[in-house]
C-alpha cells in the first residue's frame, strides 16, 4: 500500500512539473508577443529571466520539451553544411513594373480575364524569401527559396525567431511563403555591440539565415512576414484576403498593410502614400504587391516559366546604391567637432543627384571598412542626408582614409575624444564661429533679420565679429563702411539686434550653443528650470532630472556652464542688454498628460508658437509619431507623420480643434 501511495505520489508530482510547464509556456509565450509582435512589454527583463529560467529547470528534471516550448528559439549545434531542399510546391517570382501606365495595362488584362475583379495591395517586403512547413499544427521545416524549386533547409536558424509560430491552431499540412526581416529597431539594437556593424537590414537578415550556427541568427531578433499559403490540406480559400486573414488568426505576422481596391487609381493612390511614409516603417520595403484577389480564376489566367500572370509588384525607385568614393573632406561644426564628409562620383539616388554623403567620424569608416577610390554602398531616406553604407568594391589603387591631425580650417592640433575629433580653437577657426554664430542669429533662436551667413562671413573678415556679444556693439559708422551695406540696410539690422535683445528662455538655451540641445531641449529645460540662473547652476544630478533629457546631454549641460569662456560669453550678453523672459509655468492644465506632434502649415500660427501654447496649457510636444502621442496636430502639406498617424490609429486634429481643447 505504502508503495502504492508512493507511486501515486510521483506521478502526481510529474503531473504537477508537466501543468506548471504548460503554464509557463503560455506566459512567456504571451510577454514574447508584447515585446516582439506589440512593442509593449508587460514585465521586466529580470521577471522574464526568472520565469524562463524556472522553464529551463523543469524541462531538465523531467526530460520533455513542449512542442511550442520558448527553450527551442535559442539555437542549436553549429551545423557543418546547408542540406538542399526539393519545394513541395514551387515558388515564382513576380513580374516587377516602374509605371502607372504598366499598372494600367495590368488591370486591364485582369478586367478581360474576370468579370467584376478586385485586387490586394501590400507591401513588397525587401528580405529573404523563406518557406515554412507545418504538420498536424506545429512546425517542421523552413526552406530558403533557391531557384523556386530547390533551396536549402534553414529549420534550426528559422526556429530561432520568435514571430514564426511552432505551434498554431490549424491541425492539418501547411505550407506558407513569408520573408524572413531584420526590423530597423533590431538593426540599431544589434549594431550598438556588434564587432562588425551591418550595413543594412537585408544583409543582416540574409547573413543570419545563411550562417551555420542558429546562435547568431538568434542573436539578431528577426522576424517573419507571411504572404502566401502554398498548401493547405482540407481547405480551400476564395480569395487573397480570406488567404490573409487565415494567416493572422493562425499566429503568423503579415506586416500592419493590406487593402482592397477595384480600379487602377486607387491603387496608385496606395502605392503614392506608402512611398512618402517608407522611410518611417520599420521593415524595409521596396515596393507594393498587387494580386488579383478573387483565387479561383488564377489557374485559368496561369503562369510564365518566372511568374503568376495575376499579380505583380510596382517597384520603388531604389533608394541603395554603388558609386566611387573619390574624396574625403573633413567638416568643422559650431562646437568645433570635425566630422568627415564623402566626396562621391555623381550618382542619382531617389530622384536627386548625390555627390556628398556622411561618414560620421574615423572609427566608422574603419567599422565600415571604406577606402579613398573604392565602391562604397550609398543610401538615402526623403530628405536626410545620404549615407555611406560600407564597402561595395576596393581596388589595388584604393587608398586608406588617414584620420586628420590639425583643423581643415585653422590648422589647430585637433584634440580627440573617444571616436570624435574637436578643434578648440574657440575664437580663432572661422569655420567654426561662422556655424555658432548663424545658429545664433537662426529663427528658432535670437532671431535676427538680416544676418545671413554670407554676411557673418563678411563681419569676421572685417569687423573681428567672434562672439555673441559683439553682435550687439555694431556700430552703424561699421557698417554703412561695408561693402553692400548702404544706410538703411545698416539702420535695420541695428533695429532687428535691438528688437531680439528681449528673449524668451528657451530661445536663448537654443542660441547658446549646448551640444546637442535643440529647439525641444532647449523648451524642456527652460520649462523644469524657468530661470537662467537656476540652470546655470544647477547639477548633473537635477538636469537628468528632466524629462525626455538622457546622461549625455546632461553632462554636455553642466560641462557647458562650466566652461569659464561660455560663462563669459553669457555674462557679456547680458551686459550688452539682453534680457530673459522668465519661462512661466503652465497656465492651465487643460491638455494636461497629452502629447502633441504637429506637422504641415497651420493657417494662423507657427508651429513653435503652438508648441508654445501647448505647454502652456499643460501639454507636451514631441518631434515623431510613436504609440504614445495622443494627438498629430495636422496643417496644410502635412507628410509623414500625418500618415504614420493614420497607421497607428493616431486621432488627427486641426488647429480649430485644438483651440477648442484650451478653451
Known sequence: M???????????????????????????????????????????????????????????ETGV?????????????????????????????????RTFEDLDGFFEDMEKAVKNPTFAVEYKFDGLTIVTEYVDGKFVSATTRG?????????????????????????????????????????????????????????????AIRNLDPKETARRKLDYFCYAILLCDGKKFSSQEEMHNFLAENGFKTGDFFEIVKTPKQAEDLICKIDKIKNTLDVMIDGMVVKLNQ?????????????????????????????????????????????????????????ATIKRATLNNIEDIRKKNVFLKSRVFIRRSNEVIPEV??????????????EPKTCPCCRHKLVKRGPLLFCTNFFGCKEQVVARLSSFVSREAFNIEGLSEMTINQFYDDLNVRHFSDLFKLEKKQLVGLEKFADKKAQNLLDSLEKSKN???????????????????ARDLAKHFQTLERLRKATFEEVDEVADIGEVIAHNVVDFFADKNNQK????????????????AAKTSKLAGLTFVLTGTLPNYSRSDMSRLIEENGGKTASSVSKNTSYVLAGEEAGSKLQKAKELGIKIIDESEILKMMK
Do not use: C
Open 2 to 60: 505504502k508503495v502504492e501511495k508512493k507511486g501515486q505520489n510521483v506521478e502526481k508530482t510529474s503531473q504537477d512539473k508537466m501543468a506548471r510547464m504548460k503554464q509557463l509556456v503560455e506566459e512567456i509565450l504571451m510577454h514574447n508577443r508584447n515585446y516582439y509582435e506589440l512593442d509593449k512589454p508587460t514585465i521586466s527583463d529580470k521577471e522574464w529571466d526568472k520565469l524562463y529560467d524556472e522553464l529551463l529547470s523543469l524541462e531538465e
Open 65 to 97: 520539451v513542449l512542442p511550442n516550448s520558448p527553450s527551442q528559439r535559442v539555437g542549436g549545434n553549429v551545423l557543418d553544411k546547408f542540406v538542399k531542399k526539393r519545394h513541395e510546391v514551387r515558388l515564382y517570382s513576380l513580374n516587377k513594373v
Open 147 to 207: 531557384n523556386g524549386e530547390v533551396g536549402e533547409d534553414v529549420t534550426e536558424q528559422v526556429r530561432t525567431i520568435h514571430s514564426v509560430p511552432l505551434e498554431i491552431p490549424f491541425k492539418h499540412h501547411l505550407i506558407v511563403q513569408g520573408e524572413g526581416m531584420m526590423t530597423n529597431k533590431a538593426l540599431k539594437r544589434y549594431n550598438k555591440t556588434a564587432a562588425e556593424p551591418l550595413k543594412n537590414a537585408r544583409n543582416g537578415v540574409a547573413g
Open 295 to 351: 483565387v479561383a480564376p488564377r489557374e485559368e489566367i496561369g503562369y510564365t516559366n518566372k511568374f503568376p500572370k495575376w499579380a505583380m509588384a510596382f517597384k520603388f525607385e531604389a533608394e541603395e546604391v554603388s558609386t566611387m568614393l573619390e574624396d574625403v573632406v573633413w567638416q568643422v561644426g559650431k562646437s568645433g567637432k570635425v566630422t568627415p564628409i564623402a566626396v562621391l562620383e555623381p550618382v542619382e539616388l531617389a530622384g
Open 389 to 402: 553604407l560600407g564597402l561595395a568594391e576596393k581596388f589595388d589603387f584604393s587608398k586608406e582614409i588617414e
Open 503 to 521: 528673449i524668451e528662455f528657451s530661445r536663448f538655451i537654443n542660441a547658446i550653443g549646448i551640444n546637442e540641445v535643440g529647439v525641444k531641449t
Open 569 to 584: 560669453e553669457i555674462d557679456s550678453l547680458l551686459e550688452v542688454g539682453v534680457k530673459i523672459k522668465e519661462e512661466a
